[in-house]
């Protein structure tokens, strides 16, 4: 019942903002009746799409439960476009009226409306092409060094290469899966860290796409946490799934890993809000480091949300690793994702703990990504400089 009622006022305001949209475009475009018409029913069409899209992955029948996610997320993603640019628009003709009052004459206004009514649609529909070609395309391999004070030599260079959310479900597949892995393996890392969110669907309908996270090969091996979408979709099936493609699984403990005579903590919580859909597996760092030796210096956290790092660093962590933001994913909601996140991409420094936040290997609900490009991050410990 929650759910759904939760729907209903999703939708509503959908509809809303599309009247919006379309009372402010349509009526300056320069254009004739019949094609505003057009433009009207596309907008009703957008409507119905977008909670379509969002809810294909319910639809059993393929192909058409994926045609119609590819539709409606498509159409999620250039409306989402279309909505800021209008409303930018709004801001600008505001402006230029008040000037216009001021200054009499000074603005053609009547030839901005005209004009910019026709450059908003067509600009979403350039910033959704070049969204759809960033989002598919493989994630780049970024570099990230992080001092450490007092690493140990044997330590120095240790790496670690982080993927996170991938969001395999009714638009990532397996040849997109495959060609990160690919990429992961020619790093040849000491050790692979998964920070959640790897899938969007249950382990029926999605096994034959992440089989190939099984060829994930690190000197060390591949540990994987969860994210809020694995308990979306069944965390314990996926969980005994991973394990199954040769994945560690780390719920709120650690394992010790010796690399060349030195010793470094691998940890890993369950998920921030893990506990609201299960109350066994509720994030703990704290429990993640319990019994883990004192004497070892190196104490890396792999923690789905950001959100973790508070008690991250008062259970004594070097290093959290983390994901969830998507860096915003696409302008302009990088700037929201503060509100919620304590960080929103990249290495950041929360007291003596640092805090890395990919950006994700894939990406979630619309095929886009602007401003935010998705990564595999290889992440080396080198010795921190000396005051």
């Not at 939760?6 to 809303?16: D, N, Q, W, Y």
């Not at 909670?51 to 498509?74: E, F, H, N, V």
């Not at 796409?209 to 969860?226: C, D, M, N």
């Not at 950041?348 to 805090?355: D, K, P």
Request: a neutral charge.
């Amino acid at each position: 019942m929650r759910r759904s009622s939760f729907l209903v006022r999703l939708i509503a305001i959908g509809i809303l903002l599309h009247v919006y949209v379309g009372f402010r475009l349509i009526p300056d475009m320069p254009v004739s009746i019949p094609v505003r018409w057009l433009l009207g029913c596309w907008l009703v069409l957008s409507v119905v799409l977008i909670p379509l899209g969002m809810l294909a992955r319910t639809i059993k029948r393929q192909p058409l439960g994926d045609r119609l996610a590819w539709i409606g997320l498509l159409a999620m993603g250039f409306f989402s476009s279309l909505l800021v640019l209008t409303f930018a628009r709004d801001l600008a003709l505001a402006s230029m009226m008040t000037v216009d009052a001021i200054w009499p004459g000074m603005i053609a206004l009547a030839d901005w409306r005209t004009g910019t009514a026709a450059a908003v649609p067509l600009l979403a529909v350039l910033s959704t092409l070049i969204g759809l070609f960033n989002a598919r395309r493989r994630a780049r391999v970024v570099t990230i060094e992080v001092p450490i004070d007092d690493l140990p030599a044997e330590l120095d260079g240790f790496t670690i290469v982080q993927i996170s959310d991938i969001h395999v479900g009714p638009t990532i597949k397996r040849r997109y899966v495959d060609a990160i892995v690919d990429a992961v393996n020619r790093l040849k890392p000491d050790l692979i860290a998964v920070t959640g969110d790897v899938v969007d669907g249950s382990v029926p309908q999605l096994t034959q796409h992440t089989q190939p996270l099984s060829r994930l090969s690190a000197r060390h091996g591949a540990f994987l946490v969860t994210g809020n979408h694995e308990y979306y979709a069944g965390a314990d099936a996926w969980i005994d799934e991973f394990r199954r493609l040769g994945l560690n699984v780390l719920l709120n403990e650690h394992v010790v890993v010796e690399h060349d005579g030195a010793r470094a903590v691998i940890a890993g919580v369950t998920d921030y809000s893990a506990g609201h859909h299960d109350p066994l597996h509720r994030s703990d760092p704290m429990a993640a480091i319990a019994g883990a030796p004192g004497d070892v210096l190196i104490k890396v956290l792999l923690a789905h949300q950001p959100r973790s790092a508070e008690a991250a660093a008062e259970a004594g962590f070097t290093l959290q690793l983390s994901g969830h933001t998507h860096g915003g994913q696409f302008f302009p909601w990088n700037f929201f994702v503060r509100f919620q996140q304590p960080f929103t991409a990249g290495l950041a420094r929360l007291n003596g703990l640092w805090v890395y936040t990919s950006r994700g290997t894939g990406y979630w609900g619309p095929p886009k990504r602007l401003g935010a490009p998705s990564e595999i991050t290889r992440v080396r410990l080198v010795p921190g400089e000396a005051e």
